[in-house]
């Protein structure tokens, strides 16, 4: 009998629980569905991810169906198309990805068939690491030692590429992943075959893993795993990568298992906590101390455009605009300068982020935007402000990363800085107390 597995974000055969549990009794019919979520994503968001799908659909021997629709709808005709009486597919704990998990569950169950949800995109599910008495960890670091310690399985078989009926597509991924091309010509380091991003984990592990603890904050230097892209689109599960640095000593192995830990985190966060997808978790600052109007407009087109004054600011813009990605150090810079010098809430960033982010993943994104603006779990306190000009001399000693995206940086066209940053500084502390007064702390 015919299973259905219903591709989500875990486009790949290599240690993948809901594809092995859907050829169990056979071969599966893998679809994947084009929805109107997929349509709102960025060019180059779905540029990529026509040519990662267009990369499964390869190594599966053709067999992958792509169709437009809602999920409710397209599973259910897969599932009839096939016959199938139970869909496999991978849990997750956004509210949009369960929201459309519920959605496909009812219209499967309103037809007598089953789905079926098996493992999630993370090494422990979000909502698992509790407490003994089931509450939450509040803090991070507690909640990474229980991380540790409820564990995770070894990586799951390699699923058979053989194993698969054909399944019609009414998206034309040769189409589309031949336009993505021209739209976005693609760098090595955006690699979206699956057992490319495996053999380039493989060579990060035997290089500069080793490094990772000391220069993971440097943008000037290539010492981060270039990980998010591929974990964003499923091609590889944090267990595969958990597996190789658990074989390894050192500070490195150590360090990028703490970052996973807070992927898991963030995660666990915004499952419990569904409304901090754009609400505050805390209130830092009082409602009128907001920039707004045309000069938050201004000041947010600054911003976006990496012509702020602040050149490693300006550097992380620029790269974003260019790539897709931005190193972690300059997320945290930029991002603090957004709500902290120009005082725009951190929504409009983050939305700014979802449009522009190829590894745009919405627990870490939004929760990573929350930690930095003070108000998320466990974040970053708000009197934390980066100062840009330090930031840059400490993580960018010899100017290096900054002289590759602002090249213009020491002559008369770079702008003069938009802000006093010492003023602003001091106007978000002065925000910062009359919020702590106002609620009594
Ligand atoms: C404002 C802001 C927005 C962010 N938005 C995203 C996003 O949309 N998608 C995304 O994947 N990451 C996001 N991050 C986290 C982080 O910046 C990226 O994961 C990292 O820069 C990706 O590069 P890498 O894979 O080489 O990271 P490495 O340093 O090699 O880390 C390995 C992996 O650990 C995880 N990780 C590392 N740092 C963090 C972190 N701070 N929070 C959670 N997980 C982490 C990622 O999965 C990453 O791929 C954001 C951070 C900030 C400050």
Redesign the pocket.
Known sequence: MTTVWWVRRDARLADNPALLAAQEDGPAAAVFVWNRGVHLWSGRRRAHLARVLWSLKEDIGGALGVRRGEAADAVLAIAREHDARVVVAAREGSPAGIGAQDAVASALAADGRELRLVGTPYAVAPGRVRKSDGSEYRVFTPFSHAWREHGWPSPAAHADPEAFVPVESDVDLDERAAHADAEDPLTARHEFREERVREAWEGYVDGPLAR?AEE?DRPDLDS??????P??YGQIH?RTVLAATAAMPGEGPRK?EA??A??DF?ADVLFRHPRAQRESLTTVLPDDSWTTGRDADQAFMAWRDGRTGFPLVDAGMRELAATG????RV??VV?SFLVKDLHLPWQR??DH?RRA?L???HA??QL??Q??AGTGRDAAPFFRIFNPAAQASRYDPERRYIERWVAEVDTPAYPAPMVDHAAERAAALADHKRARAGAGG
């Open positions: 990772y993971r981060t795993s270039h990980l998010s892209v974990l964003a944090p990028l970052e996973l807070w992927r963030h990605t931005m190193h972690n997320r945290m991002a960033g983050a982020f982010l590894d745009y993943d870490q994104n990573n935007w930690w930095v």
